[in-house]
């Protein structure tokens, strides 16, 4: 049989401490699962964790890559039967070359980068040694609707980490595959792309809730987004939107797809 996207058993998911990350462990812990949270503020991750049922959880800022072996050492000897990790942590920064020195904007830059994309990459690529000592795994990678589409000007770096994240996500779904091809072992990876979500994900603009369905009619609660996730993750979707992001979605793949396919040599 097949691997399938809710076929794993422990869940690393890091932002576990709120917003979508919270929301996503709840749906896993109700269908069975274990899961491990970790983040950078343990006040919220001891919150979250008696909600979860007192799952364990770890502090750890995924910007800060030097941790990121020790860490992974601790978790997979703590926790062998780990094998889905969920890369939700990010941040959005508002950032604007017209406004600010250019020593502020790259070193807030320079976060954001380490944040969304060095983390996601040292923490999957790290833990691909492990998951190949399991039947089956999965790493899902939380992108966003502006990686396909920068609409939000205001978010230059963010945009473009999101980008990064689905053309990463892209490749690295084709390269597993590859290797299970030749007989290794299945190692899915599932691409999240969510809209404008009613999370604090907006705390650093000067309206941190224009996210909100109130200030927002197009914004999605995590209820909705929950909702529009799971039945994705039930039919096994590897790249998946919600509510207005999947349109745009199926807009990307419908005009890029096949190229994509093509060179992946998909036929």
Known sequence: MPFKTLD???????????????????YFVAQGKSVIICGRTESKLQDASKQLHNCPYYVLDTGNISAIPAFIKKITDAHPELDCLVNNAGVQRPLNVNEMSAEEFTQKADQEIAINIQGPMHLAVGLLPHFRTKSGAVIMNVSSVLGFIPTSVINPVYNGTKAWVHFWSM????????????????????EIAPPSVGTDLHRERKDPNDNKKDKNPSALSVEEFMD??????????????????QKVVERWYGEFGADYDKAAGKK
Do not use: M, Y
Request: aromatic share 4%; proline share 4%.
């Open 8 to 26: 794993f058993k422990s869940a690393l998911i890091t932002g576990g401490g709120g917003g979508i990350g919270l929301a996503i462990a709840e």
């Open 228 to 245: 529009d996730v799971v039945k994705a993750w039930k039919e096994d979707r590897d790249v998946i939107g919600a509510g207005p992001s």
């Open 171 to 190: 490749n690295l779904r084709t390269q597993l595959e590859q290797a299970a091809s030749s007989g290794g072992p299945t190692i899915r990876v599932i």
